[in-house]
């Protein structure tokens, strides 16, 4: 079984930046899409952003596309999300996923999560 933990989350002002990683271990494979949804407190978990195993492709959500990268190294077993320009509207937990494809995570096929890290930006 594999586990996924994020870290990097935290309070920022309006416009900052943050840097989200999460590191896969256990049984990790080679071949797996990793990808990011979040989840405002009285809102569904939604898609972000999503990267495939040799990063060719990459989908964002219409709502942080020119803010938000994604990016992997798969030597270290890790994804990254790096935000910027931050918005009060991005204040949520964000989770991290693998599935098999960068596309299934966009129709919100998973088959690992992580446990979340909140992120929170101020006015």
């Known amino acids: 079984q594999v586990q996924l933990v994020e870290s990097g989350g935290g309070l920022v002002q309006a416009g900052g930046s943050l840097r989200l990683s999460c590191a896969a271990s256990g049984r990790t494979s080679s071949g797996h899409a990793m990808g990011w949804f979040r989840q405002a407190p009285g809102k569904e978990r939604e898609f972000v952003a999503s990267?495939?195993?040799?990063?060719?492709?990459?989908y964002y959500a219409d709502s942080v596309k020119g803010r938000f990268t994604i990016s992997r190294d798969n030597a270290k077993n890790t994804v990254y999300l790096q935000m910027n320009s931050l918005k009060p509207e991005d204040t949520a937990v964000y989770y991290c996923?693998?599935?098999?494809?960068?596309?299934?995570?966009?129709?919100?096929?998973?088959?690992?999560w992580g446990q979340g890290t909140l992120v929170t930006v101020s006015s």
């Open positions: 990267i495939s195993w040799g990063g060719g492709s990459r």
């Open positions: 996923a693998r599935s098999s494809d960068a596309d299934s995570l966009r129709g919100n096929v998973v088959n690992a």
